[in-house]
């Protein structure tokens, strides 16, 4: 999963991702031709897999994982004279997109988080109506040439109908993620990599943190799959470099109960429509991601492919359940380890072990 970060220059954007990755990345390096953004692996905290962890004490313990892609460019006015196809071409890419906004004063003056995050939403939107426009004339010329009532023509038409009915949704100011998209639709666009399609996460880069700013920015932003979040870049970044009870000590200290890196990311997770699922056992505790409404058959094949051919069933067990027991065997007799077939529906924090014919 690739999850996209942008934001105005003095946004805090390559802070954010240094806090998010451990990394060092060069704050303030990019310049209008560079291309390639900086990436980084970034392992998903789960405080159920550390439990379950302290439970099996295996040989190793291997958590989910996300990239995140911190992307140069945002420049207002840029997508209308089309100057930033490099910049999109990295968005279009991503699962998810970060929009990270200013609120801490600086060199750039007073912060005007709001203002900033309309810039973005505007440059996202005037993106996505070329696309339309460009997609646009071409089915017009496609079903000009396509005879009636061909499959061709027919389809073409389907999707001109749901094309003008995301032109005006654009044009009304609204995002395409909060429509009511059907999968057979979405299908249908997947190609193009609409920007306001994709679920989107604002992060607040405050100087400190700030619940009433994010009330604020949320009540703005009533669209689906939007999640808003403050996080004081400059800090976390300062917590980083602290040994873990050095950093435990400061936050007490400042009244923090909890880094905001870790809430970041899990939203992120979350907004990608992903869920987790563990194996466990004395070798391995693991974490693995598959998207929300996958079946037994499909965590089995996310596992090894072997096991998805051949499939028997799945003994599923909830981490709390298995965490209160102390051991499969006690979860079992309780009743609590149970046996699912194929289409079960896995649900997020199921601990699974999968039988199988070789």
Do not use: C
């Amino acid at each position: 999963m690739h999850i996209g970060i942008m934001g105005l220059p003095g946004s805090g954007k390559t802070t954010l991702f240094n806090v998010l990755a451990g990394a060092h990345a060069q704050v303030g390096a990019y310049g209008a031709a560079v291309v390639e953004p900086n990436r980084a692996v970034v392992k998903v905290p789960d405080e159920r897999l550390d439990r379950l962890s302290a439970l099996f004490a295996p040989k190793k313990t291997t958590p989910a994982e996300v990239q995140y892609v911190d992307v140069a460019g945002l420049v207002q006015g840029s997508a209308a004279k089309g100057s930033a196809a490099a910049f999109l071409g990295h968005l279009r890419q991503a699962d998810v997109l970060i929009h990270v906004v200013r609120a801490f004063a600086g060199p750039l003056g007073d912060p005007t988080p709001l203002a900033d995050l309309e810039v973005g939403d505007l440059e996202l939107a005037l993106a996505d109506l070329a696309v339309i426009e460009k997609r646009q004339e071409r089915l017009e010329r496609e079903s000009r040439s396509a005879p009636h009532g061909s499959a061709e023509r027919l389809l073409a038409e389907r999707e001109q109908a749901l094309l003008e009915r995301f032109g005006a949704v654009l044009q009304a100011g609204r995002p395409l993620r909060d429509l009511d998209v059907d999968p057979a639709a979405e299908k249908l666009v997947r190609g193009f990599g609409f920007l306001t399609l994709k679920p989107m996460l604002v992060v607040i880069n405050t100087a400190e943190p700030d619940q009433g700013l994010v009330a604020e920015v949320r009540s703005r932003l009533p669209w689906r799959a939007t999640e808003v979040v403050a996080l004081a870049g400059k800090l976390e970044m300062e917590l980083g470099e602290l040994e873990p009870a050095d950093a435990e000590e400061f936050m007490t200290a400042l009244g923090i109960a909890e880094r905001g890196a870790p809430t970041v990311i899990r939203l992120s997770y979350r907004l990608a429509g992903l869920l987790s699922f563990f194996t466990a056992g004395p070798d391995e505790v693991r974490a693995w991601t598959i998207p929300a409404g996958s079946t037994a058959v499909d965590a089995a094949a996310a596992i090894h492919s072997d096991l998805a051919r051949g499939f028997i069933r799945a003994e599923v067990v909830r981490w709390d359940d298995l965490l209160a027991a102390g051991s499969m065997a006690e979860a079992r007799r309780r009743g609590q380890l149970r046996s699912e077939g194929r289409a079960y529906l896995v649900q997020d924090g199921d601990v699974i072990e999968i039988l199988f014919n070789v």
